[in-house]
């Protein structure tokens, strides 16, 4: 198997893991040793406190889904950008365009970078509808 091909199925498993809301599979997709820096904090989370944040998500979420995906391989790694939409258990909708650069070794990811604008997601976490 090619590097891209390999790269590019850590991507495809990551992002199929979080739709399905299959924390322990994104948990199996990092590398022990990962760093998690998302450009809206300016923060860096380890693999832990980043399973815990997107299982709080899945908790908040029925269902979850990424469109207008554009994933690009890169040597070591990959990019994607696109559109995640999300509801919640009350019927709020969020839809949060983003891009993710991730870095990836021995088939997991050792580094990712999120950006995304984080007004979405709170003008979403406020919604009347959203619990």
């Known amino acids: 198997m090619s590097e891209e ?9 990551f992002f199929a893991a979080v739709e399905a809301g299959d924390a322990a599979t994104v948990r199996d997709s990092y590398a022990p040793d990962v760093v998690i820096w998302h450009g809206h904090t300016r923060q860096q ?9 997107l299982t709080q998500f899945i ?6 889904r990424y469109t207008d995906r554009k994933l690009r391989f890169f040597p070591g790694g990959f ?3 696109h559109l995640l939409i999300a509801t919640s258990n009350g019927g709020a909708v969020l839809e949060l365009p983003a891009a993710l650069v991730c870095e990836v070794a021995d088939g997991r990811i050792t ?21």
């Open 59 to 64: 908790a908040l979420t029925g269902d979850r």
């Open 111 to 131: 580094r990712l970078e999120e950006y995304f604008d984080n007004a979405a997601v709170i003008e979403w976490s406020q919604a009347p509808n959203f619990a």
């Open 79 to 81: 990019v994607q950008q």
């Open 45 to 53: 989370q380890d693999r832990e406190t980043n399973v815990d944040t």
């Open 5 to 13: 091909s390999t790269v590019l199925a850590v991507a495809e498993r």
